[in-house]
């Protein structure tokens, strides 16, 4: 054995190409910051962008605004590139850019987007972000889906350079928020406005994504959503819980036309949508890769006590477990597209937390291909769902207000460090070159 070692080091030296008396052949190991190839892991973070009405309509909260990105956009930019990072969910002021059919204002995203080109980062356009421009209204209004295509086809068109999109962030918390706990945009309470914005939503969704592959026939989509699970202490569990457990996955149903459950599409049937519109969801999935991006925060689940009090669970199920059954269903490509804790001190702890869930979902063999945590600024009033426009900070992101880096950003960095070169799929390295050095490389 010793002869044989001291073969190797002679030829090959204590290189790559082969091990020494400490181990065997040593290949890459995913060490290194983020290098953008197209088949590495996305590891990514986002500009916070909500936007949704308060007060019947009277008050638009514009986490832009109200985060300073209006002003501190170049700065923010850099941070994302400081970071090392490549990728950035991104969302486009859409109640400020889309003024009207067929009328665009693209002076702030000209700037932006331009800016991005400039640093190589890889935006994630997220093009409706809980709220929609004055002039339409609301999720009740059925003209949307028309409107909101056009505007996903104006946005491709002019940034042909972008692959990457989210039509419409968190469909259910969207629908849910808005029209059945009455808290956003039209603050309805009722199980038909409910399912009238979720069918609104996801048709919009479906017809923007047909628009934008019109211009970008290999469009990528993440479609985020919110993995959500209700744990109900009752010794006889009721079926409005069990039922609550079943709507969390009707954006999707509806989305990748995956029949639901009989009372599911009872529900829905019962409450406004016709059999004509059914069958138009279950006809064929949108054009484009379809990415199921699942975001999770420890508030996404809940208890339900004897006695009816709801308490916040955090992490009974964790990512790792809601994401798998939402993987079994769907059998889509997963990401991890939004997770972060609001209290700046246990940040870091939450960080390595979603990270353990992502490689022991990576070791049962399924194809996460990303993680976010969002966001890169601080965020305000999302401790009451940005119902009443208080102002109290949420110290949740990788830097604070003042664009000062929170303890959790030098975790992020360690975390990019030492995984930031790992591929998709484990040791998927071999796929990048599909031909000989004399010839092109192609990519896969």
């Not at 190797?8 to 890459?28: L, P, Q, T, W």
């Not at 790792?320 to 889509?332: A, D, G, S, V």
């Not at 049962?364 to 769902?385: A, N, R």
Request: hydrophobic fraction near 35%; charged fraction near 25%.
């Amino acid at each position: 054995m010793k002869a044989f070692l001291t073969h190797i080091k002679e030829k090959y030296g204590d290189g790559n190409y082969a091990g020494d008396e400490f181990g065997g052949a040593r290949g890459h190991d995913g060490r290194g910051l983020p290098t953008g190839l197209p088949n590495n892991f996305m590891f990514a973070t986002g500009i916070e962008c909500s936007n949704p009405t308060i007060d019947h309509g009277r008050t638009r909260r514009d986490l832009l605004e109200e985060c300073g990105h209006y002003e501190r956009w170049r700065e923010d930019l850099a941070l994302v590139k400081g970071m090392g990072l490549k990728v950035l969910r991104y969302g486009l002021p859409y109640h400020k850019t889309h003024l009207g059919p067929g009328k665009y204002d693209w002076e702030f995203a000209d700037q932006v987007m331009a800016e991005m080109q400039r640093l190589e980062i890889t935006p994630i356009l997220d093009l409706l972000h809980f709220g929609v421009p004055d002039w339409l209204g609301n999720f009740q209004n059925p003209e949307l889906p028309v409107h909101f295509a056009e505007y996903a086809g104006a946005v491709a068109r002019r940034y042909p350079w972008v692959r990457y999109y989210t039509p419409i962030n968190e469909i259910y918390v969207t629908a849910r928020m808005s029209a059945k706990d009455g808290i956003w945009n039209e603050q309805l309470k009722s199980d038909r406005g409910f399912v009238t914005a979720m069918k609104h939503l996801v048709a919009a969704s479906i017809m923007a994504t047909q628009q934008i592959a019109v211009h970008r026939p290999d469009c990528i989509i993440v479609q985020s959503e919110s993995a959500e699970y209700i744990h109900e202490l009752r010794a006889n569990p009721s079926p409005e819980v069990a039922l609550e457990n079943k709507l969390r996955f009707v954006s999707l149903d509806l989305l990748y036309a995956h029949h639901p459950d009989g009372d599911v599409l009872n529900y829905l049937l019962d409450n406004g949508m016709t059999r004509r519109e059914y069958d138009w969801f279950m006809a064929g999935e949108p054009p484009g890769y379809q990415i199921m991006g699942n975001d999770y925060y420890g508030r996404n689940e809940r208890i339900v006590l004897p006695d009816g009090e709801i308490c916040t669970s955090m992490d009974v199920l964790g990512w790792y477990n809601i994401t798998l059954e939402y993987y079994r269903r769907y059998r889509k490509p997963v990401m991890h597209t939004e997770t972060n804790v609001l209290e700046a001190h246990n940040a870091p702890t939450w960080l390595w937390k979603q990270w353990v869930n992502i490689l022991r979902m990576r070791d049962e063999g399924v194809p996460v291909l990303g993680f976010t945590w969002y966001s890169l600024i601080d965020q305000l009033d999302w401790d009451i769902g940005l119902a009443r426009k208080v102002g109290k900070v949420n110290p949740c992101g990788l830097f604070d207000l003042d664009r000062k880096p929170r303890p959790v950003a030098e975790c992020y960095k360690m975390l990019l460090q030492e995984y930031g070169q790992i591929t998709i799929v484990p040791h998927g390295e071999l796929f990048e070159v599909t031909k000989s050095p004399a010839t092109l490389k192609v990519e896969v």
